[in-house]
């Protein structure tokens, strides 16, 4: 079964700074990496996806990487702002389109 | 291109009673799968909808249940609503061809259940 695992759970930055969040999973047979952003009591909006046979994918000011073999990938979030403070969850796709959810990570960006 | 959509955003039932949430998906995608958000479990998969056949399904109870539509509109069913099914029900589409497996949630309903 499937666990993907978030770390950390919630983090407080001021702004400007660079961040990475950590997402863990423990099955490497995935189609693929997602990553979300959920502000409160709103939907997922999707960050970046990773295909299973890529290592990376940039947008913006952000960056993804995917460690398949080792079960890790990371978002990176370059000049954090204030507008970035959400929860950010990671998804990995397995057979059955179904995707296994971390618990996420709560980010608090300070002006 | 308009985004997935979710009928009705709130939903306030009383325990015992039945409730039938909406998904359209985004034009031409196929698959559709719903998940129950709750701060204790997290994002928890239900089911998952493609060409009107239900092809997986999570571990919940069968008072769960859902369908699709020829147009791929899906719906998602709760009887005798307990407590604890409150929740935010999302939906996400994806076209599920090839490599395109990407997911776009919806909105959510948010369901109380008193």
């Known amino acids: 079964k499937q666990e993907v695992t978030q770390i950390p759970a919630a983090l407080s930055v001021p702004e400007g700074e660079n961040l990475v969040l950590n997402c863990s999973f423990t099955?490497?047979?995935?189609?693929?990496l997602q990553w979300f952003r959920q502000d409160p009591g709103k939907g997922l909006t999707s960050l970046l996806l990773?295909?299973?046979?890529?290592r990376e994918q940039t947008s913006g000011r952000l960056n993804a990487s995917l460690d398949k073999s080792s079960g890790r990938s990371t978002l990176y979030i370059a000049a954090s702002q204030p507008g970035d403070s959400a929860t950010y969850l990671c998804?990995?796709?397995?057979?059955?389109?179904?995707?296994?959810f971390g618990g996420g990570t709560r980010l608090m960006v300070k002006p | 291109k308009a985004g997935v959509t979710q009928t009705p955003r709130y939903l306030i039932k009383t325990r015992g009673q039945q409730v039938t949430l909406s998904c359209s998906p985004i034009?031409?995608?196929?698959?559709v799968s719903w998940y129950q958000q709750t701060p204790g479990q997290g994002l928890q998969f239900l089911f998952e909808?493609?060409?009107?056949?239900?092809?997986n399904k999570g571990n919940f109870p069968g008072r769960f249940s859902g369908r699709q539509f020829s147009n791929s509109r899906s719906e998602m069913n709760v009887s005798t609503l307990e407590l604890g099914d409150s929740a935010l029900y999302l939906c996400?589409?994806?076209?599920?061809?090839?490599?395109?497996?990407?997911?776009?949630f919806g909105p959510g309903t948010r369901l109380t259940v008193t």
């Open positions: 099955d490497s047979a995935i189609y693929n």
């Open positions: 909808y493609f060409s009107e056949t239900q092809r």
């Open positions: 998804a990995v796709l397995n057979a059955g389109n179904m995707l296994t």
């Open positions: 990773i295909q299973s046979s890529q």
């Open positions: 034009s031409g995608h196929r698959s």
């Open positions: 996400a589409s994806s076209l599920n061809v090839r490599t395109a497996y990407e997911q776009y």
